[in-house]
């Protein structure tokens, strides 16, 4: 089970336990249980099920700062032994689409008794906090070791920033000709249970290979509307014609491309402009 307990007088922040556990809110009295204020934010994770992340975006749309910690099933190379899961997966991309701060134990917390294998499935999640330790502590008996949270509340992240996945689909698809055998057997239940693993393997392994990750650091860039309109239109013709390999669609999208191009480019010349003409000498706007 998870219980938090509070170690500063805040309520500014929400702290939310992950697993077979309760939601609880930040209680002023030191050491003292938080208790559970509304049902609306519960969910949970178990052994089979895959994380819905829009429940943990419920969550932490709720304050502006906030801590999930627990068990959540998840295993990733970036905190645990071993090969990543689907939980692992899904919850790596989503900490680094939003933001988010992983804070997870140097050590492994889950010792299955059935399988020689170990793994860290306990961890946390932190939203606008930039500093934090995970303690394990290996004093129970149980297949599951505690870990203890250390987090400095009054520490924000300096500046938001993203990481954005580029796919190059043509490298993709030559990865996947070359790797995925042709009709494999499958004659017994055991069979296609490795052909599936075996097919599901080449496709996770063909995007990892396939993608790069580029960082964007600092504000984001406030475009208008239509700049905006037009964006989603291109990617949606592009992704058209990755599925279809429709040559107009990719002609399309390449004259849309430059029309964005040429928009912006014009966006950012008149709001030079509009700089230049508010500068006044007078209040000292110029040396600002």
Known sequence: GFVPFG??????????????????????????????????????????????????????????????????????????????????SIIHNHIANNNLVLLAPLETTHFPYHHPSSSTLDFGIMKNFSTGNAIYINDLSSDHNPVAFDININSNLSSSSKNINITNWKTFC???????????????????????QIFTCCITSAINLSTRTKVISGPFRQLPKEILSKIKIKNRLRKLYQITFFPPYKRKAYKLQKEIQKDIETYDNNRWKETIMDINPEDNTSTK
């Open 174 to 196: 030559e990865l996947i000709h070359n790797s995925i055998p042709g009709n494999p057997k499958m004659d017994t239940e055991a069979e296609i249970d490795e052909a599936i």
């Open 7 to 88: 170690r500063n007088r805040i309520r500014s922040f929400l702290l939310v336990g992950i697993g077979s556990v309760r939601s609880f809110w930040s209680e002023s009295d030191p050491f003292v249980p938080f208790e559970d204020p509304d049902p609306r934010i519960r969910f949970g994770v178990n052994d089979t099920s895959l994380i819905d992340t829009q429940d943990l975006n419920n969550v932490f749309n709720l304050s502006l700062k906030g801590i999930a910690v627990g068990d959540f099933n998840a295993k990733h190379p970036a905190w645990s032994q071993g090969r990543s899961n689907s939980n692992g």
